[in-house]
């Protein structure tokens, strides 16, 4: 009779136990969408710049870029290409883009933070890789600029 109820304790705290373990283990493997620090900086040359995904993309504007060692789609997130401060880019630029390869849906893709052209930088995404509105750039650059101006 012991035996049993002892077995029934044991099952019983695993049941409980359980679910957190397959919670912990989902957060683990799902991970955060943007990891700030696996962020790499590639060079290339912008082979096109998609303004509209292509089918099976993620949604938003993306550069395809020519690096030294193969093709990379960068994903520049939906307001890249919109609104004041918007990314300025065409065909046959030298870029350098900032942000962190992923796979998703069994592609690789680079989800972009930042894209530097003729010396000039544009944020694609905050630090959490949240894609930045033409008003979000709008306020971080005053930001800046007030920075700049007490200094």
């Known amino acids: 009779m012991k ?6 304790c044991v099952l019983a705290l695993l049941s409980l136990v359980a679910p957190l ?3 912990a283990a989902e957060t ?3 991970g955060p969408y943007y990891d700030i620090s696996k962020e ?3 060079h290339g040359t912008v082979s096109s ?3 509209k995904p ?3 993309m993620l949604m938003g504007s993306h550069l395809l870029i020519q690096t030294g060692v193969g093709s990379l789609d960068a994903s520049l997130g939906r307001f890249a290409l919109q609104g004041r401060g918007a990314l300025s880019v065409e065909p046959g630029k030298q870029v350098e883009v900032t942000g962190v390869m992923k796979t998703i849906k069994g592609k690789q893709v680079f989800i972009t933070r930042t894209v530097t052209v003729n010396g000039h930088a544009y944020t694609m995404r905050n630090q959490h890789g949240i894609s930045m509105s033409p008003q979000a750039r709008e306020r971080a650059s005053e ?4 920075k700049g101006a007490w200094l």
């Open 3 to 8: 035996s049993v109820f002892a077995g029934l």
């Open 21 to 23: 373990a397959a919670g």
């Open 28 to 30: 683990r493997t799902a």
């Open 40 to 42: 790499v900086t590639l």
């Open 49 to 51: 710049v998609l303004t």
């Open 54 to 56: 292509s089918k099976g």
């Open 143 to 146: 930001k800046t600029a007030q």
